[in-house]
């Protein structure tokens, strides 16, 4: 499958052809729709068929591997088979505030220096859990660390680095609960110029300037070691 998000964040939509459809839904030869994980959620949008009937796409996640991902449909939506050509589209509002805010919590995790224990994309809101058992944290601090990123307008673009090299530099990873895919040969990081460098395959903004304000909404301790930090969007209720 041509997963066309990887090379192009922004692109909105598709035209694709069947491959498969099974109880969870439905494969194309190539798709803009993002699959749920690193924390973010999957797409939503819809498949226009040949005859101009759509099937709504509540979910998309992945499949046998990192490289399938199957659309999910709307319970009761039309049939297709296997060779059915369609226009895939992404709610693409919804994609790009969550494009904002997975750059955001990169942002948050070079504002705090700690390993990552977990973390989730939200549409609006977003957070990630630090081991920090022995460090408090000041929310206007980080709230005003992070704007002062995204006001100075650094550049995000992904790249491209060999099993080994990711191998050779540990320090990249920082999430303690999930590693990076590796075994195809290569990893996908995402550089935000200046600022920060780390294993990612989500979608995110071209430059910071783009995610807009946000602000810390709560600090939570989560058991002995692990602090929650909770981020929105200036405007978004928690």
């Not at 052809?17 to 194309?28: A, C, Y």
């Amino acid at each position: 499958m041509d997963l066309l998000f990887r090379q192009d964040a922004y692109l909105k939509s598709c035209d694709a052809t069947v491959v498969g459809v099974d109880e969870k839904g439905i494969r194309l030869d190539r798709t803009v729709f993002y699959p749920m994980g690193g924390g973010q959620l999957g797409d939503v949008g819809r498949l226009t068929l040949a005859d101009g009937g759509t099937i709504e796409i509540v979910d998309a996640i992945k499949g046998a591997s990192h490289e399938d991902v199957v659309h999910v449909p709307k319970p009761g939506s039309p049939a297709v088979a296997a060779g059915a050509k369609v226009r895939a589209e992404i709610d693409w509002d919804r994609r790009h505030r969550l494009m904002r805010m997975h750059t955001c919590l990169h942002l948050l995790s070079a504002v705090i220096k700690g390993d990552v224990t977990g973390g989730q994309v939200s549409d609006g809101k977003g957070r990630l859990d630090f081991n920090l058992p022995d460090q408090s944290l000041d929310k206007e601090h980080i709230a005003r660390e992070i704007n002062r990123l995204i006001q100075e307008d650094h550049a995000v673009s992904p790249r491209w680095i060999t099993d080994e090299e990711l191998a050779a530099q540990p320090e990249l990873v920082r999430t303690m609960s999930v590693k990076p895919p590796m075994g195809s040969g290569k990893v996908r990081l995402l550089s935000i110029e200046d600022v920060d460098l780390q294993p990612c395959g989500g979608t995110h903004v071209a430059r910071t300037g783009e995610i807009g304000a946000i602000e810390v909404t709560k600090i939570e301790n989560k058991g002995k070691m692990n602090r929650r930090v909770n981020l929105a969007f200036v405007g978004v209720a928690s």
